[in-house]
């Protein structure tokens, strides 16, 4: 190559790198494959009204996720990578065989590694069983449900390079704890896999219609309510379905696949704004059900939701997070369901569920064991003051409950706290397996002033802390 061409292909080289850069202002990408919000452009004053040192990182972070042609650059790279290495391009897609796609974020439930600590296994089996109790104690009935990953019920297209250890999930040993909490689950992970049909997309991370029809069937024989199994209803196959999956690997190819489709109509009226499937809060109506259901739903809950509420003579479907249990107070509710996906089982301790804690009566008899180590902060929500820090480790067995006092010269007053450590609250990205963290209605409290203690139950004894905090009702 002689030194006209090498110039002119040093140049060609820079405009084309440069060109994606150039048209940044005049070329708008779509986030909706991005299953997550892009970045916007950083200032470089921060919050406090200083230089922000971190401007650099988080320019090129925008650049990398706002430069024109985005996705049809990704999609161009991800369409060789999979045909000619059989490997994503994409570090939240594995490639799997026969054409399946895996979300990565499930690798390590498939594989049993880094699993939750036995403490995080017994804080999140405790807070379901508190939120049962408070569910029942409402007049209604309650059972979890966790949504399988879909290499939980179908492994056998998974790479061979991810090995399974032989050690328990993070579901299973979920569900041993729920058991021994006595808490109502439904096992969905053996209800797909007694199916012959393959009851989750290919190419997105969520089960099919047929599949929602199998857990809303389920869900109604479990309860024991009347209803239509809908296996009279003709239901058909159409390629429709644009997965989640192939979104993120294929941002600008709208690669379709096979989606069940069931030829009724629904009867169900919506009593709210609805918008979409998406929405944080969905409520319906139809005069020919008869239980009133409330459900704390994800992305799962999409597909299954029409059914439940074509079933339901009122029915609410929650998003948010977290669990507002206050939802009870405005609906004399039969059933309450809360589904998540099995992924996400950790996220259950990350944000106390909006619910008053539950008032004990207990023969404390405790040794004090001051620390520096304790926090306690206080905030109030929604009529409630909330209470929530952090304990030392040295109080604890994996199985250790954390209750809460308030006390003075006149009474002591007993509540039991989440196993939650607010980390978000706490601006701490780290994360604890001995939080706590409760909601106390004021209206039940005399007024004055309280101290606040913590009492750990420790195999058979008690663990007191010394006075966390003051609080003024």
């Known amino acids: 190559m002689n030194k006209k061409s090498s ?15 150039l048209l940044m202002p005049f070329v708008k990408n779509d986030e909706s494959g991005e299953n997550r ?28 996720e706002h430069f024109a042609f985005r996705e049809k650059l990704v999609t161009a790279d991800s369409l060789i990578k999979s045909a ?44 379901l069983s508190l ?16 949504a399988p990953n879909k290499n939980t019920v179908y492994p056998e297209n998974m790479p061979s390079r991810y090995i399974k250890t032989g050690n328990s999930s993070n579901l299973e040993m979920l569900s041993e704890k729920l058991d021994e909490y006595s808490v109502n689950q439904l096992d969905l992970v053996s209800i797909f896999k007694s199916q012959d049909s393959v009851l989750y997309h290919t190419r997105d991370s969520h089960w099919t219609n047929e599949g929602a029809v199998l857990v809303y069937n389920a869900l109604m024989n479990r309860f024991g309510i009347k209803h239509d199994d809908l296996s009279s209803v003709y239901k058909h196959s ?24 069931y030829d009724m109509d629904f009867s169900f009226d919506y009593t709210y704004n609805f918008c979409s499937e998406d929405d944080y809060l969905i409520s319906a109506k139809n005069s020919k059900g008869t239980e009133n259901v409330l459900m704390y ?11 439940i509420a074509e079933n339901s003579a009122e029915s609410v479907f929650s998003r948010e997070i977290p669990y507002r249990l206050d939802l009870l107070d405005n609906m004399d509710t039969d059933i309450t369901i809360l589904e998540i996906v099995e992924r996400n089982l950790e996220n259950i301790t990350e944000k106390a569920p909006f619910m008053p804690a539950p008032a004990r009566n207990l023969d404390i008899s405790a040794s004090v064991e001051p620390d520096s180590e304790n926090s306690c902060f206080i905030s109030e929500k929604n009529g409630l003051v909330k209470i929530y820090g952090r304990l030392d480790e040295k109080y604890f067995s994996d199985n250790s409950d954390i209750y809460i006092t308030l006390e003075n010269e006149n009474s002591v007053l007993c509540f039991e706290a989440f196993p939650i450590y607010e980390s978000e609250l706490l601006n701490d990205d780290s994360q604890s397996d001995y939080g706590y963290s409760l909601y106390i209605d004021p209206s039940v409290i005399n007024s004055g002033q309280y101290s606040i203690n913590a009492y750990i139950s420790n195999e058979n004894r008690f663990i007191c802390t010394d006075t966390l905090e003051n609080i003024k009702f």
């Open 37 to 64: 919000k892009l970045s916007s452009m950083p200032s470089i004053i921060s919050e406090n009204g200083g230089i922000n040192l971190n401007w650099a990182s988080e320019f090129e972070t925008y650049l990398s």
């Open 131 to 146: 939120v049962q109790e408070y569910v029942q104690n409402k007049g209604s009935r309650f059972i979890f449900m966790a």
């Open 7 to 21: 110039i002119v292909y040093i140049v060609s080289f820079f405009i084309i790198c440069t060109v994606p850069v």
């Open 84 to 127: 000619v290495f059989r490997t994503s391009s994409n570090e939240k897609v594995i490639c799997g065989k026969n054409g399946w796609l895996y979300l990565s974020e499930t690798a390590d439930d498939y594989t049993a590694e880094n699993t939750m600590s036995a403490r995080r296994i017994n804080n999140t089996a405790k807070t």
């Open 297 to 307: 739903r994800d992305s799962f809950g999409r597909s299954l939701y029409p059914f």
């Open 238 to 261: 159409e390629m429709i379905w644009h997965g989640d999956l192939d979104r993120m690997l294929f941002p600008s190819l709208e690669k379709l696949s096979e989606q069940i489709v």
